[in-house]
């Protein structure tokens, strides 16, 4: 490592955050980072155990009430700050960032503002949250709607945005007044403990977040959500965990926000601008190496322009740099370990034996790192498992419809129901394909739906709940209705 990335990994805390203190793991066992460029151990942090758990909540309950009781502007000038903390390390973030999880600096500062973004949007959200007063139908009673913060709140990111799931999470929470034990994932811990100095930097109080590294991520959280406790589980992750922790919320009845898997149909009509598709499906497939639950999956593109668009998006992944993040000329980092390699392997061999051709790229490079070829292959059947599962790695598969109704049926043809793009120059037919769809998002003429100030989540498969927007602060809020007698 050059001396500056080891000056800036040694600066993060490797402790547990618990109370407003910097702590060591019951029994003091640690776990190992890796940085997925070189396949070496940047450092050690703290391996929480169940006990941890506990203490980590026994502080967010203690903070909670004084929590709950701040002015909202009090609340509102401390994510505030944090925002502006954050800004001003965004290069210091950015390159912790680029070391634990891969993606080109370029990116990651691109997501440390994206990340900041959050804390901006809800400290201006956290001085608007509302109740309604209105009088009954039968003009006797009146109703008063009132929101307060749900209690402690656990959450568990994942490490594909390391800082960004973090910010988007814990935003609407310390807006609304809720308290926070953070777990984020293995892989990636360190964006968030750098995430806990720059909130103690903004003055929050001990015991309002909470941060919690574990190499036991099942049991920490089933620990936590059987205590009383605990009222908010926000998770983001994998379909497959989503189900497991929702069925466990479900014994404890405890409020969720789930947002989980995608399979994005990336769908371009034959009266698109081709040019303009192709340039946004370079971001929609290619941001984060195509490890994002928003990456485009499956590209359903008209018969008639498929061999032109599936040539020039070709061309344009074929001029990618490949290397590590923090290189100035790398477009593509390395996927996170060798399970991300073996999986996207595995995909694209299976495609080609059901019969897609590749136009570029199509395989693994593990000389340094976990490194996949920026690829595009064609002729993909939307039966193959490429078209079916999150690839997750950045491999272009093409699909080609004949019709808008089969553009739509192939687009719904999944489980999942994140996000869909749409390309076409007619807005009768955009609005149209529209509602057809049944995702939480879509983008028309655009690769990036991603904005602070949009409500981000799915449906299906994809999960419930939204963050971001004016919606994600409700995801922290209860709501009480009082009847009050008009005429006593
Ligand atoms: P993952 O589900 O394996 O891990 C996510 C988090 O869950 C990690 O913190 C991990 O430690 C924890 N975890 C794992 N097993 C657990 C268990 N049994 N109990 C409790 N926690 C557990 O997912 P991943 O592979 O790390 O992340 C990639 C997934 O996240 C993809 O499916 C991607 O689409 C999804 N994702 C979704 C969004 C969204 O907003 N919809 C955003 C980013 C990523």
New binding site residues.
């Given amino acids: 490592m050059a001396l500056g990335e080891v000056e800036a990994v040694a600066k993060v805390g490797k402790g547990l955050f618990i109370g407003g203190k910097w702590v060591d793991a019951a029994g003091g066992k640690t776990f190992s980072v890796e940085d997925p460029s070189t396949r070496s151990p940047l450092c050690e942090v703290a391996d929480a155990t169940i006990e941890d758990a506990i203490a980590a909540l026994d502080a967010a309950h203690g903070a909670f009430e004084a929590w709950a009781a701040t002015p909202p502007r009090y609340r509102a000038e401390i994510i505030r700050r944090a925002y502006e903390i954050i800004m001003a390390r965004s290069e210091e973030l950015a390159l912790i960032m680029t070391l634990e999880m891969g993606k080109p600096l370029a990116e990651a500062r691109g997501e440390v503002a994206y990340a900041a973004d959050f804390f901006r949007w809800f400290a201006e959200e956290a001085v608007r949250i509302d109740g309604r007063f209105y009088v009954a139908p039968d003009g006797n009673s009146r109703v008063l709607t009132m929101k307060q913060p749900v209690g402690v709140a656990y959450m568990?990111?994942?490490?594909?945005?390391p800082l960004a799931?973090a910010t988007?999470k814990m935003g609407p929470a310390l807006a609304a007044g809720a308290t926070v034990v953070l777990?984020?994932?293995?892989?990636t811990p360190l964006c968030s403990l750098a995430l806990a100095s720059i909130l103690e930097e903004a003055g929050l109080p001990a015991g309002v977040v909470n941060i919690i590294t574990?190499s036991d991520?099942?049991g920490?959280?089933?620990a936590l959500m059987n205590d009383d406790r605990l009222r908010k589980v926000s998770?983001?992750?994998?379909?497959?965990?989503?189900k497991?922790?929702a069925e466990r919320a479900g014994r404890r009845l405890l409020r969720v926000s789930m947002?989980?898997?995608?399979n994005a149909p990336f769908i371009v009509f034959d009266d698109a601008d081709i040019d303009l598709a192709v340039g946004q499906a370079m971001i929609a497939k290619m941001r984060n190496m195509g490890?994002?639950?928003?990456s485009a999956n499956r590209f359903l593109v008209d018969s008639k322009i498929a061999s032109e668009f599936s040539e020039k998006l070709a061309d344009r992944m074929s001029h990618l740099n490949v290397g590590r993040g923090t290189e100035a000329d790398t477009n593509v980092g390395p996927l996170?370990d060798q399970a991300a390699i073996d999986k996207v392997t595995s995909l694209v061999s299976d495609a080609v034996a059901n019969g897609a051709a590749i136009l570029t790229g199509g395989r693994a490079n593990l000389d340094d790192g976990y490194f996949f070829e920026p690829t595009v292959i064609v002729g993909t059947s939307s039966n193959s498992s490429i078209s079916k599962n999150?690839i997750?790695g950045p491999v272009a598969s093409v699909v080609t419809f004949n019709d808008e109704a089969e553009a739509i049926d192939l687009a719904n043809g999944t489980e999942y129901g994140?996000v869909a793009y749409v390309f076409t120059n007619n807005l009768s037919r955009g609005l149209r394909v529209i509602e057809a769809l049944k995702t939480g998002m879509v983008g028309l003429n655009q690769g990036l739906v991603s904005n602070a100030a949009a409500p981000?989540?799915?449906v299906k498969d994809?999960?419930f709940g939204r963050?971001g927007g004016f919606e994600g602060i409700e995801e922290y809020l209860d709501l009480k209705y009082v009847a009050i007698n008009h005429r006593a």
Wanted: aromatic share 10%.
């Fill in positions: 568990i990111t994942p490490w594909n945005f799931m988007r777990k984020p994932a293995e892989q574990t991520p099942a920490v959280s089933e998770f983001t992750g994998s379909t497959e965990v989503g497991i922790l947002e989980l898997g995608g490890e994002a639950c928003t996170i999150e997750f994140l981000f989540g799915g994809s999960g963050e």
